[in-house]
């Protein structure tokens, strides 16, 4: 059940982006557009998976130089690419350059944080209810 929270909240920050940030673009139809965000939300997400270790992995030095600021500049190649994935799926959903890719990124990054703040799935719930309360031994 989390793991479709998180599918429908990045949908739903995809969408933010395409509505806030000019040259992220999704055309169709409105009950076409809704499948499409939720197939480029589970892009995103597999591109987020795969890749992002990697390049971690491969570019520690630059993050650590740059104190994790080339994150925004990954984050925003991997939306980049997930529009090219997304076209050559034949979606409509398409991202213009890298600096709305950028932007986007940032956008879909804060948005995502602050909705899976506030919906919190019961698995998280169950592991805040698990956490080792601290005891008071003195006496």
């Given at each position: ?29 409105p009950t076409e557009k809704i499948g499409t965000l939720l ?101």
């Amino acid at each position: 059940m989390g793991i479709l929270i998180r599918l429908v909240v990045s949908a739903f920050a995809l969408w933010l982006s395409t509505v806030a940030i000019e040259g992220i673009t999704l055309s169709g139809e409105p009950t076409e557009k809704i499948g499409t965000l939720l197939v480029v939300a589970v892009i995103f997400g597999v591109v987020n998976a795969v890749l992002r270790p990697i390049i971690k992995t491969f570019g520690c030095a630059i993050y650590a130089v740059t104190l994790g600021l080339v994150a925004v500049l990954v984050n925003g190649l991997l939306l980049w690419l997930t529009s090219w994935i997304a076209g050559e799926l034949d979606l409509r959903f398409h991202v213009d350059g890298f600096i709305p890719a950028v932007l986007g990124t940032l956008l879909i990054g804060i948005v995502s944080w602050l909705l899976n703040f506030f919906v919190k799935t019961g698995k998280d719930r169950d592991d805040d209810d698990r956490r080792p309360r601290q005891r008071d031994y003195r006496r």
